[in-house]
Nanobody
Framework: VQLQASGGGSVHAGGSLRLSCAAS????????AGWFRQAAGKEREFVAV????????NYAASVKGRFQIIRDKAANTLDLQMNNLKPEDAAVYYC?????????????????????WGQGTLVTVSS
């Protein structure tokens, strides 16, 4: 399984960016996939997940209402639409894929639930 993330960049606070993750070797349509981020000097943290065939989505409290995780089954991509960006959203963003079709939420938040990771894409937000 290979994941290729793209779409990072630099924006002013209040701006928007859309990240995209393309997968090969696994279908996003039936498995659990998500986005994590790691800010400078901090540990990697959960951002959003879409869980398997149900397509249910969940978000970290810090991004809920501003970010949207979008799964394109035809293109086999996983996007993260980020609106109203804040300086504290600046980080390297990683897409992640699990071979599981379903995870309970507490599992989906954890890095060790995922066996494949993209290379990371940098998002910077200036105030």
């Amino acid at each position: 399984v290979q994941l290729q993330a793209s779409g990072g960049g630099s924006v002013h606070a209040g701006g928007s960016l859309r990240l995209s993750c393309a997968a090969s070797g696994r279908s996003f349509s039936s498995t659990v996939a998500g986005w994590f981020r790691q800010a400078a000097g901090k540990e990697r943290e959960f951002v959003a997940v879409v869980r398997g065939t149900s397509g249910s989505t969940n978000y970290a409290a810090s991004v809920k209402g501003r970010f949207q995780i979008i799964r394109d089954k035809a293109a086999n991509t996983l996007d993260l639409q980020m609106n109203n960006l804040k300086p504290e959203d600046a980080a390297v963003y990683y897409c992640a894929s699990s071979d599981r079709q379903y995870l309970i939420l507490s599992q989906a938040w954890a890095e060790d639930a995922y066996d494949s990771w993209g290379q990371g894409t940098l998002v910077t937000v200036s105030s």
